[in-house]
Structure formats: C-alpha cells, structure tokens
C-alpha cells in the first residue's frame, strides 16, 4: 500500500482481513522494453509512495515488486514534503525521515529522493525502468483532473500489479491517535513533555488529567465491586443455599444488588461527590459489618442446626436409651436401713 487513492475515487475502504502474502511469482514470460539489451541484466522495476509513518503494508507492497521477477533492481521513490502536502495533505514524518525508512527496507536497491507526483516518460527514460509497481485500482487525483494516475504507465504497458494488504494503512494509524488523544497526551507528559511541547493550554491539561482521574476512580470501583461480590460468593453462594431458606437468599441477592447499583452511580457521576471521596470507607465497612453480620447468623444457625441432629436421633438409638431407663426402674429396691429411713421421716 503505497499512495491512497483520493476521495471519490475507485478505490473503496475495505474492512481489516488478514494480511495478503506475496503471491509466488514464477519467471515472468512478459519480457520488458530493455530486456533484450542484457541476458543476465536485472529487471528494473519502480514503485513510489509517500510511506509516511512506514509500515508492513508498505513493506510487502515492496516485497512484490522485489520478486516480481527472478532477477529484479527495486527502485522506490518517494515524494518530498513540498508535493506530498500539496497534492495529498500534512504528513507525520519529514521527507528526510521517510527517506531514512526506505533505505532500511531490505527489499529496496535505490531510494529516488523529490519523486515526482505524476511519472512521465522523461523519468522512465532517465533511470532505464521497465515496470512501474503498484496496486491495479485506480488512483485517482481531482488536483491534476486524472482519474488514474498510473493511467499513462499501464498504456505504455509498463504497470506490475501488486496486492494491497488491508488492515494498516497510515490513515488508519493516524486515526487510532485521534481516537485516544488523551491517552496519548498523558502517556507524553508523563514522560516529561511539557503543555507547550504538545500544543495544549493550561484548561485543556487540566480537563485532560482529570478525566484521566476519573477515569482511574471507575476502575478502582469496578474493582472493589469485584472484591465485594467475590466476598458476597464466597459466603453466600458456597453455604447459604445448605442452610437458608430461599426467602432469605432472596433478600441478600436483592441487597447485594442495591450494592452494584449504587456503585453504577457512583462510577457514573450520580451520586455525590462526597459519596466518591469516601467509597474506600463505605464499601470497607460494608464488608467488614456484613461478615460480623453473617458470622453471628451462622453460629445461630449452626446450633440451630445441632440441637434439631440431636432431637432427630435414629429411632434404634431411642429405643436403647428407653430399654436402659425400664431397666433401672425394674431393679429391685434394697431395704432401708434403720439410719436411712429415720433420715427419710
């Protein structure tokens, strides 16, 4: 993916897919204009581009033109700032830079510096190119009134179709900055840039640092709601179904369900700041009085539990104890003694 075709063009924005491999290429029967020169002379082959922000796209866009041809010198030239913001818009990098990034592709033989925006024949001619690389859609430019401007190198039949890979483009990078700017200002002044550096006033710092910390305030809710409700489980889930009636599970659930929705509003600004600056105390005594709360209530309920065991003792185990009450009473009375029946009266 090289140059982006202008807005109202025929290239249509695709949605991302896998990366598209480098098709094989076997030993290209299409001989070029200057083929015949040279037996073993390498098939020169252009491609050009902004490569602003340079990626993979770019670079398995060179990696097809590099194996177009068994035998290929891949020459790619770029476009400095001057014809690039005039024709297509404000690029990230400086033409300096992109030029840099080119040169460590290991798929490029030649950087071309100041590339033309249009390609005549005068330039083809002055670096001896047999094929134009590119992708087939057309591209096309309202600036220069073309529908195509690859058009005059596929008449010339010098154009060398290459596959777009969609998912990255540079637009597409730029966008995710857009997206999450904030997150991005706060990651560089965290690293020491200042306002200035990054274009904001003083109100926009501000307003951005404390979204920032509002933004910090509902996870930490979010995550002491996930240490309540992993509490409430543990106790609740695990032992109440063995030992509480469902009407009384039905009323903690519903409590602990007032719980989330307080904290919903809290997280969302519903409820009063006072209500946000001391949340560590509320839900910290809401844990600790619901587990003094419950461990009163199953201590009653475990006693509750053990006398009902005992009064509900296997019938053989009755029996024993009542056979052992008859024979006592049946046991025959011993004779009072003098001593112990003047005692008795």
């Known amino acids: 993916m090289v140059k982006k075709a202008a807005k109202g063009s025929a290239k249509t924005r695709q949605r991302p897919s896998e990366a598209v491999p480098p098709p094989k290429q076997e030993a290209d029967e299409q001989p070029g204009p200057s083929s015949s020169s040279g037996g073993d002379r390498p098939m020169r082959v252009y491609a050009d581009g902004v490569f602003d922000l340079f990626h993979f796209g770019h670079a398995r866009a060179l990696e097809q033109a590099k194996l177009s041809f068994p035998n290929t010198y891949l020459m790619v030239g770029v476009c400095n700032d001057e014809e690039t913001h005039k024709f297509k818009g404000k690029t990230v990098m400086t033409d300096e830079e992109r030029y840099e990034s080119l040169r460590h592709c290991k798929w490029v033989d030649e950087v071309i510096p100041n590339a033309p925006w249009l390609i005549t024949k005068e330039f083809l001619d002055e670096h001896e190119i047999d094929f134009v ?17 690859y058009g005059f190198v596929k008449k010339l039949g010098k154009f060398k179709e290459t596959k777009r890979t969609e998912g990255v483009s540079t637009s597409d990078l730029i966008l995710r900055i857009i997206k999450d700017y904030n997150d991005y200002v706060l990651r560089n002044l965290s690293r020491g840039y ?104 199953e201590k009653v309920i475990k006693n509750s539990l053990t006398r009902t065991v005992r009064q509900a003792a296997s019938p053989a185990r009755r029996r024993k104890a009542s056979d052992k009450a008859l024979a006592v009473d049946k046991k025959p009375l011993k004779p009072l003694t003098r001593k112990a029946a003047l005692r008795a009266a």
Do not use: C, T, W
């Not at 009384?248 to 700041?273: P, Q, R, T, W, Y």
């Open 133 to 149: 690389a590119h992708d087939a859609l057309p591209y096309a430019d309202s600036s220069l009134g073309m529908d195509d401007v």
């Open 194 to 297: 200042s306002r200035k550096e990054l274009g904001l006033s003083l109100l926009k710092e501000q307003r951005i640092k404390a979204g920032m910390h509002m933004k910090q305030l509902s996870q930490k809710m979010r995550n002491q709601r996930l240490q309540v409700a992993g509490r409430i489980r543990k106790h609740m889930v695990d032992r109440v179904p063995r030992i509480l009636p469902v009407e009384m599970e039905d009323k903690v659930k519903d409590f602990a369900s007032n719980v989330e929705s307080l904290v919903d509003k809290v997280v969302s600004g519903e409820a009063g700041l006072e209500l946000v600056e001391n949340m560590d105390k509320y839900v910290s005594g809401f844990i600790s009085g619901f587990e003094r709360r419950y461990s009163r209530l």
